[in-house]
């Protein structure tokens, strides 16, 4: 990590948040759309920015679950566990994506393309089950589709716009 790119980042997104009330989630913001991740060694900076400690900081970070203090993989894949998506078959979905990859909630694929996260719900309930990947919502994902989704992902490049057309009803 460039502790001077960091730096910059911090105090540009703290110049255009000064005076405004709770800058800190949005300054977080900053920083992940910039790096993918809160750097670590960003809490001390922005605590001395912000005056705030450090534990105030990290209390931030952990408690909002889009914040991720590690790097993720190229591609963020979602699956929604909320109740909907699970009566509509939500549950197998999972365990397909977790077997498909080869991980659990909250890791990188081996190859570093992608990070699966839970969530509890993506407002797309009458679509159910659903995922987003990236930034494409998905409804109506099979656990089949979703292995092709995903073989897609892990080859390069790819198009998300792409992955947005609709499964077959039925």
């Known amino acids: 990590m460039n502790r001077a790119a960091l730096e910059s980042v911090i105090q540009g997104s703290v110049d255009r948040h000064r005076g405004k009330p709770g800058p800190l989630l949005v300054i977080l913001h900053d920083l ?16 001395e920015a912000l005056t705030l400690t450090r534990a105030e900081i990290h209390g931030v970070i952990s408690f909002y679950h889009d914040f991720r203090t590690t790097p993720g993989g190229r591609h963020q894949v979602q699956v929604c566990r909320a109740e909907a998506c699970q009566a509509q078959g939500g549950r197998q979905l999972e365990a397909a994506v977790r077997e498909h990859l080869g991980i659990d909630w909250h890791d990188t694929s081996a190859d ?9 719900c993506l407002g797309n309930c009458a679509t159910g089950p659903a995922v987003r990947i990236d930034d494409a919502i998905l409804g109506r ?12 992902l892990q080859r390069e490049p790819v198009n998300i ?4 057309t609709e499964a077959p009803h039925g």
């Open 141 to 152: 994902v099979t656990p089949d589709r979703m292995r092709t989704l995903l073989d897609d």
């Open 161 to 164: 716009s792409g992955l947005m």
């Open 32 to 47: 992940q759309a910039q790096w993918g991740y809160v750097p670590d060694e960003a809490v001390p900076l922005l605590a």
């Open 112 to 120: 570093g393309m992608v990070t699966l996260e839970p969530v509890y």
